[in-house]
Structures are given as structure tokens and as C-alpha cells.
């Protein structure tokens, strides 16, 4: 019977995911609107936080030093970047991965994992990409923005679609809920929400069916960083990455499929010339 009360003010975890959204969101929201300082500094908190997640789960001993280095490394980069030195700062991303691939290699006290070395590429590029996304002069918000809204109508349509349709799985060993009726489901989704949103958004005129295709690549793109990352939290037999947010695991949870998008969508804004 003493267990009671404890079980009626324990909240459930749709609870938990609810209230968690409703603190970061507005956060996540003002930052991307103010930009700069304010939208740099959540991302790279967000940075520091996946750092520790990458390390927590990737490293079998040492964790902690190579969290710190992996950190303190990935600072270096951004004020490489903040400097106006992006292409050292991309180089700087690769010489940690080569050195971090080094230690796992001759360090002594068990053989770790040889794959570790792939987190200051797969935490920091991306970080970079959505940084000088935001700084594009005249189109930062409004394209940062849409990379956003695409990945969340990837997610949105993927799940509608895989709960109503069903069908094939994609690749059950890895991600057993997700597939094919929910990928096409998630393209379609992403293509129509792109198409939209460049037309009211971004000011240069561009052919909806390069924004519709660009829409569906990027879902597809989102759903492989949401295998990327659930195949690594197979391999180390963890559910979540953290349990820092409530309800929702950890950041790299969240943002697995952005990860994996901001560096297409830079690099053709870069390629465009927006």
C-alpha cells in the first residue's frame, strides 16, 4: 500500500517527453530565430553534451580522457570557424578522428573500439555546417529553419505512414519499427513540406521539383542517421544515448537525423551560391 503515492505522482513517459519539450523547444526556437551568439553557444553546448554520449558509450576504458580531449579538440574547431578559418577547421575535425583512431590503436589496457575515432567527425561536422548555415547572409533563418521543418516532416510522415500502412521492414536487425511504407511516406512528407517552405521562405526562385527532390533526399539522408545512430546503440547494447532529456533519451537521440542533413543542405547552399 506504501507504494502507492509514489506510483500516482511518478509521470508516465509520454509525461516526461511532453514536459521536456515544452522547456527546450522554445529554447531550441529563440535560438535558431536570434542567431549568432545565441544560436553558436546552444549548438555547441548541444556539442559538448553529444561528446559525452559518443565517449560514454564508444570507449571502453579512458572514458573520461577521451571525452575531455574530443572536447576540448572540438572547441579548438569552432573557434577556428568563428575566426573565419572554416576549411582549417573541417582539417582540425579530421586530424582529431586520425589521432583519437591512433590512441585506440596503441593505448594500452584492452583494445577499444577502432570506430570511436568517427565521433569528432560525425558530432562536429555537422555542428560547423549548421553554425555557418545559420550565418548565410539574408536566407540563414529562414534555411536553417527549413532544414528543420523537413527533418520533423520526415519523422511525422514516416511514423503516419509505417503505423497505417505497415509492409516490409527495412532492416529489422537494426531499427525494427522502420519500413519501406514509412520511408516513402517520410519522402513524400519531406518533399511537400521543402517545396512549401522554399516557396514562402527563400527569396530566389527556384524549380519546386528541385525542392521537392531535395526534400525526399533528405529524408532519406534523415532516416540513414537515424540507422547510423541506432545501429551504434545496437552494437554497444544500450537503449538511449543519455537519459539527459527526459522522456527523449539523449541529444544524439534527437538529433540523429539532423546530423546527417545540415551537411547536405551547406553544401549545396555552398554550391548554390545562396
Not at 558530432?123 to 550565418?135: D, S
Not at 505497415?166 to 529489422?172: D, H, L, N, S
Not at 519500413?179 to 517552405?197: K, N
Not at 537519459?243 to 537521440?253: A, K, M, Q, R, S
Request: hydrophobic fraction near 55%.
Amino acid at each position: 500500500m506504501s507504494d502507492g503515492p509514489a506510483q500516482k505522482n511518478k509521470l508516465s513517459s509520454l509525461q516526461l517527453r511532453i514536459l521536456s519539450a515544452a522547456v527546450l523547444a522554445p529554447v531550441a526556437v529563440a535560438a535558431v530565430f536570434l542567431g549568432d551568439f545565441y544560436f553558436s553557444g546552444f549548438l555547441i553546448v548541444a556539442a559538448m553534451v553529444m561528446c559525452f554520449e559518443w565517449s560514454r558509450a564508444s570507449f571502453r576504458n579512458n572514458k573520461a580522457s577521451y571525452c575531455i580531449l574530443i572536447a576540448i579538440w572540438l572547441l579548438v574547431t569552432f573557434y577556428l570557424n568563428f575566426e573565419g578559418q572554416e576549411s582549417s577547421a573541417y582539417v582540425s575535425l579530421l586530424i582529431c578522428a586520425i589521432c583519437i583512431f591512433i590512441l585506440t590503436l596503441i593505448r594500452k589496457g584492452g583494445a577499444e573500439w577502432k570506430g570511436a575515432g568517427l565521433g569528432p567527425l560525425y558530432i562536429g561536422i555537422p555542428i560547423l555546417c549548421l553554425i555557418n548555415l545559420r550565418a548565410v547572409d539574408g536566407e540563414g533563418l529562414a534555411l536553417t529553419a527549413i532544414l528543420f521543418f523537413v527533418v520533423w516532416a520526415t519523422d511525422t510522415g514516416a511514423y503516419f505512414a509505417g503505423r497505417s500502412i505497415g509492409g516490409p521492414k527495412i532492416a529489422v536487425s537494426i531499427s525494427p519499427n522502420k519500413t519501406w511504407a514509412g520511408l516513402v511516406g517520410g519522402m513524400i512528407s519531406a518533399a511537400v513540406v521543402s517545396s512549401v517552405s522554399v516557396t514562402y521562405f527563400i527569396e530566389q526562385e527556384i524549380p519546386v521539383w528541385q525542392t521537392a527532390g531535395a526534400g525526399a533526399l533528405f529524408a532519406v539522408l534523415a532516416q540513414i542517421g537515424d540507422f547510423a545512430e541506432s545501429a551504434w546503440k545496437r552494437y554497444f547494447d544500450i537503449k538511449d544515448a543519455s537519459n539527459i532529456i527526459p522522456g527523449h533519451g539523449g541529444v544524439l537521440d534527437r538529433l540523429d537525423g539532423v546530423l546527417f542533413v545540415a551537411p547536405a543542405l551547406y553544401l549545396i547552399v555552398s554550391i548554390a551560391g545562396l
